[in-house]
Structure formats: C-alpha cells, structure tokens
C-alpha cells in the first residue's frame, strides 16, 4: 500500500517537473517576443501555467534575494523536486528490500 503511494507521489512529481519546464520555456518565448499572448490559445495557457506555478514560487520568492530581471524561483522549485524525488525514491527502495 505505502510503495503504491510512493509510486502515485513520483508520478505527481515527474508532471509536476514538467509543468514548470514548459512554463520556464513558455515565459522566455513570451519574454523574447517568439510567441505572441495576443494569442487567445497562448494567453490562456501561459495564464493557466502561471496559476499553477505561482503557489511554489510565491514563498522561494519571499526568501530569495532580488536578482533584477532573472527569477530563480523555478530553479529551486526544480532542485526541491529532484529531493524528494530521491528521497521517495530511497524509501521505496528500503520498503522493498525488507519485504523480501
């Protein structure tokens, strides 16, 4: 029951991984004016993204210090993943070697 659980909780982690790539991306197109939000389809995308995001970012965003036009928020949020991720990871491990 914990190792499916665990597995559930990688799963939300590898997507929620990926929904923070697409949105770093998404934002330096928009920044760099490749895409243009005048788009409906975009606007809305990159507006349901941010909703999404912002949550993780709001409180890296109160510690960090301001780094001018750059955000490093994404990056820690990435780096917070990758440690659970393994953390997780390391459990399922235990949890499977001392059910054999």
């Keep these: 029951m914990l190792i499916s659980l ?3 909780v990688l ?3 590898t997507v929620l991984w990926w ?3 697409i949105q770093a991306i998404l934002s330096w197109l ?3 004016n490749v895409i243009n939000t005048h ?3 975009v606007r809305q995308f990159f ?3 941010d909703r999404l995001t912002a949550p993780l970012y709001r409180p890296i965003r109160r510690i960090l210090p301001d780094f001018g036009g750059l955000d490093f928020s994404p ?3 990435l780096l917070l993943i990758m440690v659970v991720d393994q953390l997780l990871r390391g459990v399922q491990i235990e949890l499977l070697t001392s059910y054999q």
């Design 47 to 49: 507006y349901a993204l």
């Design 19 to 21: 929904i923070i790539i």
């Design 6 to 8: 665990i597995n559930i």
């Design 75 to 77: 990056l820690v949020v």
């Design 30 to 32: 928009v920044a760099f």
């Design 39 to 41: 788009n409906d389809f």
């Design 11 to 13: 799963i939300l982690l």
